[in-house]
């Protein structure tokens, strides 16, 4: 399956998807307040099944004539979301469904068959030179540019809207996109953290522009001018696009500097191992720094792209002390503290630096608990130059061992 996502061209068509939008927001509060009364009522949950039956007989009556806007399955699939909701109440311990207003609804799904795709003329295309395409929903044309081909038989299509009154649509084929590329014969430890991004295990590291903390000025000014303004303005509502906009920024910025690095990183190895980390732990300690660096969505990135080119993205476990621990005779020292960057290890007085040293443990022990091979540190003049896995290891050469 793939998944690609085209911006629609501003017309001023999209006020029906917004309208229709806004409907599937309405249908969606209302059986939040349907499923709070049964729940009140008969003490236990509503189903999928009674909600979906209750929508059909609200449709046919005349106050609700305009829910018949939106194809049926939209509707349906909003009520599927929201049973989901509701089950994993008792599952995953989560809060039941609260109300949202209607113009924060956010997406609108459609079966494949539901949305038809057709090429306008030839001349028709934007100033990046993409031919420009048109999609039917709800019985309406949009245009689009057409910047990645579709290949595969279109599943389904999801349409959202963002802070800016942008709309989206995210195309899912039934394609699998694979880039072969030669192998490396390389493996690599990476080290998270929060002063460099990554550190490989060759010495190699990777900065972060920290790209929430460069717009916070701007985020500033703009969270002042906007509560200086009246509610309900249009001031006011000028004032929070512009809030939208920055974050929106900040957002772009850093997902094209995460596909980028895993890109780079794909390229330079064929297996890559990380530590498998407390991320909302680290949050408590270190708040925004560590969302503004966003590790987790950059792994899934990584995976993805690893994937596609055949690559391998292993996890170790989290309480094996790969920080503590010298690289070189694998002594402990105990009283290393999270302010010491550099340290000489007490056994082999060795000089090693704390995220380096991290990454060719975490190297050493992906290696160990995954059988790949054998480490080989080469030590020269009481440093670590490099490591390597050998080349006939059985993961370096397989195509289904992915985290």
Wanted: aromatic share 8%.
């Amino acid at each position: 399956m793939r998944n690609t996502k085209y911006k629609l061209f501003y017309d001023k068509s999209l006020k029906c998807i917004h309208n229709d939008l806004n409907i599937c927001g309405i249908v969606r509060n209302h059986f939040v307040g349907l499923s709070r009364r049964y729940h009140r009522r008969y003490g236990k949950s509503l189903s999928y099944n009674k909600m979906s039956a209750h929508l059909t007989k609200l449709k046919k009556l005349e106050k609700y004539q305009h829910w018949n806007i939106p194809y049926a399955w939209s509707l349906q699939n909003v009520l599927k979301r929201l049973g989901q909701s509701i089950r994993e109440i008792k599952t995953l311990g989560r809060g039941r469904p609260r109300f949202k207003a209607c113009k924060k609804h956010k997406g609108m799904t459609f079966d494949g068959t539901q949305a038809r795709i057709e090429k306008l003329l030839d001349g028709q295309k934007n100033e990046r030179k993409h031919p420009t395409y048109r999609i039917r929903l709800n019985g309406r044309w949009y245009r689009f540019a057409l910047h990645r081909e579709i290949k595969g038989e279109i599943t389904q299509v999801q349409v959202t809207r963002d802070a800016l009154g942008d709309i989206y649509i995210t195309v899912t084929e039934d394609y699998s996109e694979v880039i072969p590329e030669p192998k490396t014969g390389n493996a690599e430890g990476f080290d998270f953290g929060i002063k460099d991004f990554l550190t490989g295990s060759d010495g190699k590291r990777y900065t972060s522009p920290m790209f929430y903390k460069q717009n916070a000025n701007k985020l500033a000014k703009a969270q002042k001018a906007h509560s200086r303004k009246v509610k309900g303005s249009h001031n006011r509502e000028r004032e929070r696009k512009n809030i939208a906009r920055i974050h929106k920024k900040t957002e772009n910025q850093r997902i094209d500097h995460h596909w980028k690095l895993a890109i780079e990183l794909c390229g330079q190895s064929d297996i890559m191992f990380f530590e498998n980390l407390n991320l909302e732990g680290m949050k408590r300690l270190w708040g925004k720094q560590v969302s503004d660096l966003a590790f987790g969505e950059f792994v899934k990135k990584l995976k993805h792209q690893s994937k596609k080119r055949i690559r391998s993205v292993l996890k170790i476990g989290r309480w094996i002390p790969t920080t503590k621990c010298c690289s070189v005779c694998e002594d402990k020292n105990n009283e290393l503290t999270l302010a010491d960057r550099e340290w000489t290890c007490p056994s082999c007085h060795t000089h090693l630096d704390r995220d380096h040293n991290a990454a060719i443990n975490i190297l050493k022990e992906g290696v160990a608990s995954f059988g790949l091979g054998v480490v080989r540190p080469i030590v020269l003049l009481g440093e670590i130059v490099g490591t390597s896995v050998e080349a006939s290891s059985p993961l370096l050469h397989s195509t289904n061992a992915f985290a």
